[in-house]
Structure formats: C-alpha cells, structure tokens
C-alpha cells in the first residue's frame, strides 16, 4: 500500500493532544475496533446505512479522481467505500486501533488508502486546502467543541470544496429513537454510546457552518429501520440527518 503524495503523514500517537478531543468517546468505539468490520455485530448499523450514505455524497460530488478526507473514520467503513467509487482517500482518526483495523483492511483489500492516527487540528496545518470533499460522520456529537471542528475541515477544503456531515438532532424524537430505541430496548449499541446533551439540532449545525465561512446546500434526514436492515433518505431530518455544504 502506497501514501498518496497529495498528504503530509507526519502525524503519530504522540502528536495527539487532548484540546478537541474526549479520551472517554475515542474508548468506546475502541473498544469496538475487532467487530469493526462484522456486519452482523455491534456495528450492524454503519454497514447498513452506509450505502445511502455513500449515494448522497457521490450524488452531490462525483468522487472519481477526487481527493477526500474521512474524518473520524474508524475501522474504515465509509472510507473504503469511497476509495471504490474512484477517489484518493485518506482516513484519520484519533482511536489507535479503530485505525490499525482499518489499516490491515486496506492490505487486505489491497485498496490504497491511507490511514493516520491524529486529530484534525494537528494534520491540517500540513495539508491546508488539500482536499476536495470531507466526509465527517456522526463525529460531532462526540467532540467537546463542534465548532472547531468545522472550522478545521474548512481549513483542510480546497476552495469550492464539499464539506458532507452526518449527525443527530436534539429533540424527544432522536431521545427515544437513538437511545431509549438503538441503545437500551434494541441494543443496537452499546448503552452510553450517545450523550443527548450533544445532540445538534440542524438550525444550530447551519448557523455554526455559516459562521466558518460554509453555504449550506442541502439537509436530508435518514432513516433506518433496525429489524429489516433499511435505510433510505427521507426529508425529515428529526433524528439522523446528513448535511452538505460547501466552502
């Protein structure tokens, strides 16, 4: 497996600091990292929506001989799916072994992607402007400062480049389907895996994204329906939605 040139990979564990990122939300999906690619285990869910996913971002930006960032990839589901539609990936997260699992997957698929150990802030100082498209999945939620985080993808996008998010909304709705529903009735995921305070509603997402120099083209929400393992764009957003929008 090759680094695509176009990325800096000067980046290690140790460069790590802990300013934007939760050491207890990077551990709970490390302790997910060996069932990261069992379609039938914890991680049911991200295999089954990540073709819709995957449909929305490369209807929206044609991914053929694009240079993309995944970032919070974790074992590389997403991330692999769009280095099969023709584009050059690269993959970062701050979990040491979502990203060692995600980097035998690419040796043993034999897809060149290139994974790095480092939070945003850290890499795109090397790679400021690099990229075409952003995808940033149901990361948000999970950082202590979303807002930074948006500014850094902004930061890491070329001019005119797509930014796509995927994240949940905060009302009674998203409550019972993504906690009381996926986490504790289903068991979907782990129980904790979601902090309800941390749920963004879109109105605060647009404001946020037009504050770092964003236009926001489109928000499409996402439904998933767990028993039959389908999942479609709808246009309400009340519990998961996807976001794109464009530098």
């Known amino acids: 497996m090759t680094t695509p040139k176009a990325f800096s990979m000067n980046h290690s564990q140790d460069n790590i600091s802990p300013d934007n990122i939760s050491p207890e939300e990077v551990a709970k999906f ?13 991680m049911q ?5 990540n073709p819709a996913r995957l449909a929305y971002i ?3 930006a044609p991914l053929p001989g694009r240079r993309v960032l995944d970032v919070g990839c ?7 799916a769009l280095a099969r539609q023709g584009a050059t990936v690269q993959g970062l997260d701050a979990g040491v072994e979502v990203i060692r699992v995600a980097q035998q997957r690419a040796l043993d698929t034999g897809l060149e992607i290139a994974y790095s150990n480092t939070r945003l802030e850290d890499f795109v100082g090397n790679n400021t402007g690099n990229f075409d498209v952003i995808t940033c999945m149901e990361l948000l939620e999970h950082v202590p400062d979303p807002e930074q985080l948006l500014h850094d993808c902004g930061r890491a996008l070329a001019p005119g480049g797509h930014l796509f998010l995927a994240t949940i909304n905060r009302n009674l709705k998203s409550y019972a389907g993504a906690i009381l529903g996926a986490e504790r009735l289903l068991r979907l995921l782990p129980a904790g895996t979601h902090d309800y305070a941390a749920f ?3 109105a605060e997402l647009q404001r946020w994204l037009r504050g770092v120099g964003f236009k926001v083209l489109d928000i499409r929400g996402l439904l998933y329906v767990p028993g039959l393992r389908y999942c479609a764009l709808i246009d309400d957003p009340g519990v998961n939605y996807l976001v794109h929008a464009q530098r």
């Open 30 to 42: 490390e302790r997910l990292a060996q069932d990261w690619w069992d379609a039938s285990g914890p």
């Open 45 to 49: 869910a991200l295999h089954d929506i």
């Open 58 to 60: 490369s209807a929206q």
């Open 74 to 80: 974790g074992g590389g589901i997403l991330t692999e």
């Open 200 to 202: 963004i509603r879109p």
